[in-house]
């Protein structure tokens, strides 16, 4: 996602949600990572949109075309 995972990372995390069960950060750390996740989800979305307006943009252009030679 971001950063970086070294070891002090992941005794960190393994703390948070092992030996010392922080509910609270734990919450912070899901709430975060289902943010990021619908970020992505929507720019996907928002790049088909584009790809798909782009193929109907140059179909109608080829369209056009045609029909300013006849």
Request: aromatic fraction near 6%.
């Amino acid at each position: 996602m971001q950063g970086q995972a070294d070891a002090n990372t992941l005794e960190r995390l393994e703390n948070k949600f092992k030996w010392q069960r922080d509910e609270r950060f734990i919450r912070n750390l899901t709430d975060s990572v289902l943010d990021f996740e619908e970020r992505c989800r929507r720019q996907a979305e928002a790049l088909e949109r584009a790809k798909l307006l782009n193929e109907q943009a140059e179909q109608l252009k080829k369209e056009a075309d045609r029909l300013g030679n006849q």
